[in-house]
């Protein structure tokens, strides 16, 4: 059963990079994604050993941070895949694993909205001009900046505090 505790857990990372990959080459992040890893999480709670509060307390850190998200994207500071996203992986990591989180998100969001602004300070030009349209997208003048990748950076690194990672390797 240990193993396929493991396999289930191992859901949460894969599909926070493929939406990391997703937004950072097309700017969007398919709802498909967030939606995976909402179904998912139900199976890998039932295996997981978790504790009925702990799951609770889940439930609700991914409800408040729908309800942040929300709150982010009507204020313009991100994409509505970005706040689903966002939910999605503090569902997953409940309580208090969140803080974290959130943190390290900020923390990488910033340090992404730094590395962009290098990028598209002209001096890439040159560099640019010959690579992949997604990268040049990327390099562009007032492009956006895809924070799922921020949000991926801050979900891989609470992981292993996560509350399901926790009730597996207990």
């Known amino acids: 059963m240990h193993t ?15 939406a990391a990959l997703k937004d950072v ?9 967030s939606l995976a890893l909402i179904a998912a999480f139900a199976p890998v709670a039932l295996v997981s050993g978790a ?21 982010m994207f009507a204020a313009g500071w991100i994409g509505g895949g970005d706040a689903k996203l966002f939910a ?10 969140a803080l974290p989180f959130m943190l390290v998100t900020g923390m990488a969001g910033g340090a992404l909205t730094l590395g962009l602004l290098s990028l598209r300070s002209g001096w890439f030009e040159p560099v640019l001009a010959g690579s992949p349209a997604w990268l040049r ?13 921020a949000i991926a950076v801050g979900a891989l690194a609470a992981f292993p505090q996560g509350a ?7």
Do not use: E, H, R
Request: with cysteine.
């Open 137 to 149: 997208k990327l390099g562009a003048q007032g492009g956006d900046i895809p924070y799922g990748v």
């Open 25 to 33: 080459t097309s700017y969007t992040i398919p709802n498909w994604i």
């Open 51 to 71: 504790s009925l509060a702990t799951l609770g307390l889940c439930l609700a850190s991914g409800f408040v941070a729908l309800l942040v998200g929300m709150g």
């Open 88 to 97: 999605a992986s503090v569902l997953w990591l409940g309580w208090p694993a």
């Open 164 to 170: 399901l990672t926790l009730a597996i390797g207990a």
């Open 4 to 18: 396929l505790q493991f396999a289930l857990l191992l859901i949460f990372p894969a599909l926070v990079v493929v």
